[in-house]
């Protein structure tokens, strides 16, 4: 006689579930990410400065070396000179100047005066000077200081470490400093206006973050 039992066992299928939708799928939009930044392979590498002999604790550092290009300099240095309250004041002096100019200039045509045609002259240096004299200035200091000559440099949370052997020295990074981005290059400014400038491009991206918050941490914000 044939076992119907074993055959049903086997045939069976569990029942589908009735009314009860599968879930639909959450689309979440992507937080908008900055742009990313491509290494260039220079050399970083995590480094130890030595023992804390408070906390027992090794203090660790990252050690880069690159070189700067020209574009880099005249991008930090465009930057510096050139913040946004300087740009509202030089708009403000240009359509002063300006203004100057054409009614001179009008003066002169009515009148034939030549001291109207002096001080428009004048004022068209003064916006000759204004717009194109800085720029030629930022070139010619970024062709100068654009060497090929290899930077070092050791980032630490509490200092930067410039230099190698004897040539070495220090950026604290306590506060007393500040610092700015432009355009993927990172300006650590001391002693005033002295600056250092550290390409994003020269840095790793697993330690770039660090890199990041080290200085910021360490720094104050540049007010433009």
Not at 59 to 86: A, N
Request: aromatic letters at 8%; hydrophobic letters at 40%.
């Amino acid at each position: 006689m044939k076992d119907f039992t074993k055959e049903n066992e086997e045939t069976a299928q569990p029942p589908e579930p009735q009314g009860v939708e599968a879930p639909e799928p959450e689309f979440l939009e992507d937080e908008e990410q900055e742009e990313a930044v491509q290494w260039d392979g220079s050399d970083a590498e995590i480094v130890s400065e030595g023992a804390d002999q408070e906390y027992k604790d090794t203090i660790t550092g990252v050690k880069l070396s690159y070189v700067l290009t020209e574009e880099e300099i005249r991008t930090c240095m465009r930057g510096t000179q050139f913040g946004k309250r300087r740009k509202r004041r030089m708009r403000i002096e240009l359509v002063v100047f300006s203004a100057l100019l054409l009614g001179f200039l009008v003066f002169f045509f009515l009148k034939r005066n030549p001291d109207n045609l002096f001080f428009a002259t004048v004022c068209a240096a003064m916006i000759f000077i204004m717009i194109f004299l800085p720029d030629i200035r930022i070139k010619q200091d970024a062709k100068r200081n654009a060497n090929g000559k290899e930077i070092c440099m050791e980032i630490y949370p509490h200092k930067i470490e410039m230099g190698r052997g004897e040539n070495q020295w220090e950026i604290p990074l306590d506060g007393s400093c500040k610092s700015a981005i432009y355009q993927k290059n990172i300006v650590v400014y001391f002693k005033g206006d002295d600056m250092v400038i550290l390409p994003m491009r020269c840095v790793e991206p697993s330690v770039l973050p660090e890199v990041r918050a080290m200085i910021q941490a360490g720094t104050q914000p540049r007010e433009d």
